[in-house]
């Protein structure tokens, strides 16, 4: 594989990754292919190099996690933890704007970044980031507005 030992740094990857980003207005994957402009070089190389710590790299990372850190992009693997507690203050949120309250089909969920009521309603369903599971936002917010006699 090309570029087995060229030295890499996280500023010339964060470079990369912001060409990519402005020529396709996606940030790069490990699947993102070939680098462009940079012959013989992918991101799977990138991000294998991140992880394991080779070419000059301390390790112990991946292409999602550094830009995540550098460039704001969302990890979905480190997604934070969710609690029904904030699920609802969104929806009073929403409530609040927009009149009505918050289905899985309302789109981004505007006082979360990245958030959507879809995603927001797959993790109460499933039990992920750290949801007991088997709840729907329906449900949650049914059983919140008799809580609150409304």
Do not use: C, Y
Not at 47 to 69: D, F, M, T
Not at 130 to 139: K, V
């Amino acid at each position: 594989m090309a570029h087995w030992g060229k030295p890499l740094t996280v500023g010339q990857i964060l470079a990369w990754a912001d060409a990519h980003f402005a020529g396709t207005r996606r940030w790069p994957s490990s699947e993102s292919g070939p680098i462009s402009g940079v012959p013989g070089e992918n991101w799977r190389a990138v991000n294998r190099a991140l992880a394991r710590g080779h070419r000059g790299l301390p390790g112990g990372s991946s292409l999602a996690q550094l830009l995540a850190e550098r460039r704001g992009k969302r990890n979905r693997s480190r997604l934070p933890r969710l609690t029904a507690k904030q699920v609802l203050a969104w929806a009073e949120e929403h409530f609040g704007r927009e009149g009505r309250w918050p289905t899985a089909a309302s789109g981004s969920v505007t006082d979360a970044p990245g958030e959507t009521w879809a995603n927001l309603n797959g993790a109460l369903q499933q039990g992920h980031r750290g949801l007991p599971g088997g709840d729907t936002l329906a449900r949650l917010l049914d059983r919140h507005r008799r809580h609150q006699g409304g």
